[in-house]
């Protein structure tokens, strides 16, 4: 079963514009409801916190249980790199054009990974950057620049490495940045932040349980407990808020675990036809040779069975997965076909990609456990 995306009513690219709209920012609308007129707004991001792993271990996270429970839609594919794409934007893939985590981008000779901004796989070293300048990839004003116009004071609380990357400069620019060396710091960096000008909006970013998930798995001891510590981050920001604010905590995506997988690297019979495979194990972009697309397309749906979806480029843009609108350049972006896990499986790359080949948890497909993200709003 697969849960569409809710773009326009119910998610994540519709929570910041429903926010701005509450801070009384003009043009922006509050699509989701909320009624959130708080002046001073922290949005936590909790990295791969899905709505059914919340639900299913409310125990260990009793602040965020305690709060009125609703739910967010990620967009397709549930990868971070999109998702932060449609949180920072405001708009859906289909126009913000992150459409995957390895995306081919006309021009260049290898996959571009838009996460980190870097080009895939071996070759000369390219500085993208440079090359391919993340404001004119992705030109549209995001969430933080039309609240800054307005007079907003707007912060990002995030580990150092996101400052001036690729990805931030792309979809999440127009703040003040303000880098994290640890929770208490993170903490300390929203209560400041929250305080600055007649309005403040603040944008936190924690990744710690999505590589738990990764790593260990989400269903493991050590996801848990982690949880645990999430739960505890946010009541402290709770208990840090200045009067007349509101913590909103959400999540980019949630995980699976991989039962099975299937090694493009070793099954030769997935690989005629194939140009290159971009996204990732649970949403694959599949970029053919010329004329191949149909061949391929039977292919692998013979081979991998009812647990897989395989569409066409055309099938999915149909579908509206990317959003009712999709630019021609982000088209381009988009495989020949596009391959979507049904059930627990994953393709994985041992070859091209053994570290992500070894992950216990994965992401990107339509599947509950992997779309649905929590929304929890505390208000002082």
């Known amino acids: 079963m697969f849960v569409a995306p809710r773009y326009g009513t119910g998610s994540l690219a519709d929570l910041f514009p429903s926010l701005l709209a509450g801070l009384g920012v003009p043009g922006e609308v509050d699509r989701l409801g909320l009624g ?38 990620a967009g397709f594919p549930s990868t971070t790199a999109t998702s932060l794409s449609s949180l920072g934007v405001g708009v859906p893939p289909g126009e913000h054009g992150i459409v995957g985590y390895l995306i081919n981008v006309p021009g260049y000779d290898r996959l571009v990974n838009s996460l980190r901004w870097r080009l895939h796989g ?30 907003i004071a707007v912060t990002q609380v995030a580990p150092h490495y996101q400052a001036g990357s690729g990805l931030t400069r792309a979809v999440l620019r127009g703040c003040e940045f303000r880098p994290n060396v640890s929770t208490g710091d993170l903490v300390a960096g929203v209560a400041e932040a929250l305080r600055a000008g007649d309005r403040a909006l603040v944008y936190a970013y924690h990744g710690d349980l999505d590589t738990t998930g990764h790593v260990r798995g989400p269903s493991s001891d050590a996801w848990l407990l982690e949880l645990a510590h999430v739960d505890r981050l946010a009541a402290t920001i709770a208990e840090h808020l200045p009067p007349n604010a509101a913590l909103v905590v959400t999540a980019d995506h949630g995980m699976v675990e991989l039962d099975a997988r299937i090694d493009f690297d070793n099954t030769p019979p997935l690989q005629d036809g194939v140009a290159r495979l971009g996204g990732e194990p649970r949403a694959r972009h599949v970029y053919t040779t010329g004329g191949a697309a149909a061949d391929v397309a039977a292919t692998w749906q013979e081979f991998l069975g009812a647990d897989f979806h395989v569409l066409s480029r055309a099938d999915i843009i149909a579908r509206g997965w990317f959003g009712p609108t999709v630019s021609p350049h982000v088209a381009d972006r988009i495989g020949d076909l596009v391959v979507v896990a049904a059930g627990s499986r994953g393709i994985i790359r041992t070859g091209a990609e053994p570290l992500q080949a070894m992950l216990i948890g994965h992401h990107g497909s339509l599947t509950p456990a992997e779309m649905n993200v929590p929304l929890r709003v505390h208000r002082t």
């Open 122 to 151: 071996e070759g000369p070293k390219v500085d993208l950057l440079r090359e391919l300048i993340p404001e004119q990839f992705q030109p549209n004003a995001t969430v933080f620049e039309r609240a800054a116009a307005d007079g």
């Open 36 to 73: 959130c007129t708080a002046d001073r707004i922290c949005v936590l991001l909790v990295d791969g916190l899905g709505a059914e792993a919340l639900a299913a271990n409310a125990d260990a996270a009793p602040f965020l249980s305690s709060l009125v429970p609703a739910e967010l839609a």
